[in-house]
């Protein structure tokens, strides 16, 4: 659940990787047959070879258009699984954009307000140890401004499948946000400290004011309308498996389904992410389905609207988006609003988390190019 934002002024690298052995599920530019000409290929097997994953699947879309989407590789190297766009990929940390979206559904609907105390949503006290009358507000936690911290040998604890995800999150985080060590020292909204147990927080709060379970929610707010049909907060066996890169190939890892899944537990594949991608970009509307308002959508990507799990910046001015980490595991969703273009990218392999600058930099690459490739496509629609 290892996680940062992902800056997107993205600077290209020439990187020296050998290239693995793959089965590739291909990849193609899409186009209405007989509308325009064909767009560039994107050569995704490059990609994955530098980034030294397993499998990659990756999607370029404008507003109007699904532009490019592929995928090559192996969802499972001891089984030679070949990986396709359909299929489902940890997506780690872009589970925080599905919470902002339903938290932004609910302060629409008036059922939540982002200045809403969060202990009185949860039911237990929520204060930081040293400014105990100080209120943490469901923006502070969405906006990660709260001063909780993540440690992990609290938080890393797996689901139960007999359990409700409520009584399981709750928990969880009542006796976690009781210990000091819980707590960076600064008082709340003084500093932004990432913080996957804040994410899981505001979902628990969510979870309690609706009366529904965060999937129920998530399901009826955002993966139902979409059509989002791989979207799940849990692994399934036709789930890729993640992996770690090592001298002699790759070694897979399990798929840990936690107790925070809200933080970090989306499976989805790059197929569906795209439609929500394009969701995003179209104002909060899909196929004529809309899950919210242009203007809440809008403000979504905005610092001041008490949901900041997308992104840091100014969209006028650049792409934006969040990526998302886990042992084994690769993710990124990036939207420009500006040029009204997006791209996915999901893999089962930890580039992101190696620490290699080289491996990293290739998927943030492939990013730009998704981008530039959007952009060129809907400059000719």
């Known amino acids: 659940m290892k996680v940062r934002w992902l800056a997107v002024a993205l600077v290209l690298v020439a990187t020296g990787c050998a290239r693995c052995g793959s089965r590739s599920g291909g990849a193609k530019a ?107 507000t469901l923006a502070m936690v969405l906006e990660h401004r709260s001063s909780l911290r993540d440690t992990w040998t609290e938080l890393d604890v797996e689901r139960d499948p007999a359990q409700g995800s409520t009584a399981e999150l709750e928990t969880l985080l009542r006796p976690y946000v009781a210990r000091p060590a819980a707590w960076f020292p600064e008082p709340p909204a003084a500093a932004a400290h990432y913080a996957n147990a804040g994410t899981a927080l505001a979902a628990l709060a969510m979870a309690k ?5 965060f999937e129920q929610l998530a399901e009826r707010v955002v993966f139902a309308p979409l059509a989002m049909r791989s979207a799940s907060w849990r692994r399934s066996p036709s789930t890729a498996v993640p992996h770690v890169a ?60 008490g949901v900041q799990t997308i992104a840091f910046g100014d969209p006028a001015h650049r792409p934006i988006g969040h990526e998302g980490e886990d042992t084994g595991v690769s993710a990124a969703l990036v939207v420009d609003p500006a040029r009204a273009t997006g791209a996915v990218v999901l893999a089962n392999g930890d580039a992101f988390a190696s620490n290699d600058v080289d491996r990293a930099h290739a998927l943030s690459e492939l990013i730009e190019l998704l981008l530039a490739t959007s952009s060129r496509a809907g400059t000719s629609l």
């Open 30 to 136: 899409v186009v209405d047959a007989g509308a325009r000409p064909p767009r560039p290929a994107v050569d995704l097997e490059a990609f994955r070879a530098r980034a030294r994953v397993p499998a990659l699947a990756a999607v370029a879309v404008t507003t109007a258009d699904v532009v490019f989407e592929g995928a090559v590789g192996e969802a499972d190297v001891a089984r030679h699984v070949p990986a396709t766009i359909e299929t489902p990929f940890a997506a780690a940390s872009l589970a925080k954009l599905v919470v902002a979206v339903c938290a932004a559904r609910l302060f629409e609907e008036k059922r939540l307000s982002p200045g809403d105390d969060v202990s009185q949503l949860v039911g237990f006290p929520v204060r930081h140890p040293s400014n105990a009358k100080a209120p943490i």
């Open 209 to 213: 004011r609706t009366g529904e379970s």
């Open 246 to 305: 090592e001298a002699e190939g790759f070694r897979p890892v399990p798929l840990r389904d936690r107790i925070a899944f809200p933080a970090s537990g989306l499976v989805v594949s790059a197929h569906d992410l795209a439609r929500f991608a394009r969701a995003l970009l179209r104002g909060g509307e899909l196929d004529g389905v809309r899950i919210l308002g242009e203007d809440t959508t809008a403000l979504l990507f905005l610092p001041s609207f």
